[in-house]
């Protein structure tokens, strides 16, 4: 079982479309990421969010901690294909104790 | 600066067989993480070395998978014997030290175990 659960799994969506990938959980976490996942490779960190209701953007995405630092959103705004990949969220625990979420797979189409 | 390097990229086995990954990461990251990755899910923790000492492995299933990182520099995770179930991307992941902060974990390109 996963300690962080992520909604929607799969989204498919035409560009220009916003879209929110929310990442859920019942653990209290020091801070939380934000990744993508292209195919056969490894992920990359988009955002640390680290303070409960902290908003951070980043050109098109916005992301949000919850207020009791045990969820999280991520909303595109005006998605283009590129953005298309796998969204992780990692909660993290200690600093140092990575847990990822079940992911959210992403199409755009043109 | 190079990033994580891992080997094999690709193995296919039969069931029963053994096999073993290596990553190399990057240059003072000294915490260093294994992750197994089953199609279209997140990566679940499997070991986390801080130097050459273990830091949690309380999900690796021991009667088959072991690990090691001689020297707290590259690491290798082997299984033995295989299942059909271990097949999945093995993601080797490394960590700069940054006390409390969370810092960045930057991934290998995975190495891709199909057991048949």
């Known amino acids: 079982t996963q300690l962080l659960e992520q909604s929607p799994q799969f989204l498919s969506i035409q560009e220009g479309e916003n879209l929110t990938v929310y990442c859920n959980s019942s653990s209290v976490f020091s801070s939380l990421q934000w990744y993508r996942q292209e195919p056969g490779e490894g992920p990359v960190l988009l955002v640390t969010v680290v303070t409960g209701g902290e908003v951070k953007k980043l050109k098109r995405l916005t992301f949000q901690f919850g207020d009791a630092r045990k969820d999280s959103s991520l909303h595109i705004t005006a998605a283009q294909p590129g953005d298309t990949g796998l969204y992780l969220c990692a909660g993290i625990h200690n600093f140092n104790k990575f847990y990822f979420g079940s992911g959210t797979k992403l199409n755009v189409k043109p | 600066e190079a990033g994580v390097a891992q080997s094999p990229r690709y193995k296919i086995i039969e069931k029963r067989q053994s096999v073993a990954f290596w990553c190399n990461p990057i240059s003072g990251h000294a915490t260093l993480y294994w992750y197994q990755q089953i199609l279209g899910q997140g990566p679940k923790l499997l070991i986390q070395?801080?130097?050459?000492?273990?830091?949690?492995d309380s999900q690796l299933p021991k009667d088959r998978f072991s690990a090691e990182r001689l020297k707290g520099v590259d690491s290798t995770l082997k299984i033995q014997p295989a299942k059909l179930e271990d097949s999945a991307v093995y993601l080797c992941?490394?960590?700069?030290?940054?006390?409390?902060?969370?810092?960045?974990?930057?991934f290998g390109e995975g190495s891709r175990l199909t057991v048949l």
């Open positions: 070395f801080q130097n050459n000492g273990v830091v949690d």
């Open positions: 992941a490394s960590r700069r030290l940054r006390g409390r902060t969370t810092g960045e974990l930057f």
